[in-house]
Every structure is written in structure tokens, then in C-alpha cells.
């Protein structure tokens, strides 16, 4: 017994139960001569790389099995008659194999892939609830906290202003008023008598002096 694995690609429109009818119908083949089935794989429908039969697309099926070479060439007759395979390939992958083994093979890998996913699955959720619930007092603390010290700062800055921009408006408008006044009757009263008492020296003053002066020389006059 030699093991082999072949790759079906049957046509789009195929639908699933016809698709089923040709995976089914190449495991009789391989059984009715002693084979066994080792796996089977449905790797769906994919583009393929260039047009075969008229299809851009097709139906992938991959099957591992065991068997004698007579079940693989008849197998292959049955695809090349069949209207719904458009093209096939069986590899041999080994001279013997023990179908038993692969299979335990194949359980145990299952097996670990399983238990690594169930892994991934239970890191993901430790992920995904821890962040969450800290991510929520985080955004918690953050919303009040901040809103308390802002309406503080508000009310700080909205009270203490006020009173000290109305003392800077009174100050300037009561304090040069007074000095205005002062500086304003000070040019005005000073000067008025200053003004007076020399206007008067000049015009008392001299008067006498012309009388002396007109006076003195008619006297001398006389004496002689």
C-alpha cells in the first residue's frame, strides 16, 4: 500500500450535494481495493491561475489517502469521464505507509492545533476584559477630577479679576482729578498777584521820581 494525495478542482456551478457525490464516489474506489481515506479537505472555491475547460474558477477538494496504484488509475478514468471534474492531480507521497499511524498522526496534530487555538482564544479574552475595565476608571478619573479643578480655576479667575479691574478703574478716574484741580488753580491764583503787584510797581514808582526830577531843577533855578 502506497500513500498518495490528490487535488479535485470541479467546476463552479457545481452545487454542494453533486460536489459531495464526487468526493464520495472517489472514496468507494479507494476502499473497494483495501485503501483508507486519511483525510479529506473542501478548500472551496478559488481563482484559478488560467482558464481550464472555459472556468476561471473552481472547486478545490484535497484528499490523503492509502492505497494500491490500480485504485489511483481508476480512479483518474472515473475524472476524466466525469463532465463536472475539470482537471485532477495525484502525487504519490510515499512507497508504504501504515494508515493506522498517520491517522494517530494526524489526531495528535489535530489535537494541538486545537488546544493552541483554545490558548489564543483565552489570551484574547484575558486581552480584551482586563484593558477594558481600566480603560473605564482611567476615562472615569479623568472626567471628574479634571472638571472639579476646571470650575476652581473658573471661579477663581471670574471673582478675583473683577474686583481688582474695578479698584484699577477707580484709581486712575478719582486720584489725577484732584491733582487736575490743584495744578489747574495753582497757575491760575499765583500768577493773578504776581501779575498785580508788578504792574503797580512800575506805574508808583517812577511817577514820584519824575516829580522829584521836574521838581529839582526849577529849585536850583531860583538859587541862582
Keep these: ?19 459531495d457525490a464526487v468526493i464520495n464516489k472517489t472514496n468507494s474506489i479507494i476502499e473497494s481495493d483495501g485503501g483508507t481515506i486519511i483525510s479529506i479537505d473542501k478548500w472551496g472555491l478559488r481563482k484559478l491561475a488560467y482558464l481550464i475547460k472555459k472556468e476561471a474558477q473552481g472547486y478545490y477538494v484535497y484528499i490523503d ?21 475539470i482537471k485532477y492531480l495525484t502525487v504519490k507521497l510515499a512507497e508504504s505507509c501504515d494508515p493506522v499511524a498517520i491517522k494517530e498522526e494526524i489526531a495528535l496534530a489535530e489535537a494541538a492545533k486545537t488546544s493552541a487555538a483554545a490558548e489564543v482564544e483565552e489570551k484574547k479574552a484575558a486581552l480584551s476584559e482586563v484593558p477594558e475595565t481600566e480603560v ?11 472638571e472639579a479643578e476646571v470650575k476652581e480655576e473658573k471661579a477663581a479667575l471670574s471673582e478675583v479679576p473683577e474686583a481688582e479691574v474695578k479698584e484699577e478703574e477707580a484709581s486712575p478716574s478719582e486720584v489725577p482729578e484732584a491733582e487736575v484741580k490743584e495744578e489747574e488753580a495753582a497757575p491760575s491764583e499765583v500768577p493773578e498777584a504776581e501779575v498785580k503787584e508788578e504792574k503797580a510797581v512800575p506805574s508808583e514808582v517812577p511817577e514820584a521820581e519824575v516829580k522829584e526830577e521836574k521838581a529839582s531843577p526849577s529849585d536850583e533855578e531860583k538859587d541862582a
Design 65 to 85: 489517502f492509502g492505497t494500491i496504484p490500480a485504485s489511483v488509475s481508476e480512479m483518474e478514468r472515473i475524472f476524466r469521464i466525469d463532465d463536472r471534474v
Design 1 to 19: 500500500m502506497r500513500r498518495y494525495e490528490t487535488i479535485i478542482i470541479i467546476r463552479p456551478n457545481v452545487a454542494e450535494d453533486e460536489i
Design 136 to 146: 473605564k476608571e482611567e476615562k472615569a478619573a479623568l472626567s471628574e477630577v479634571p
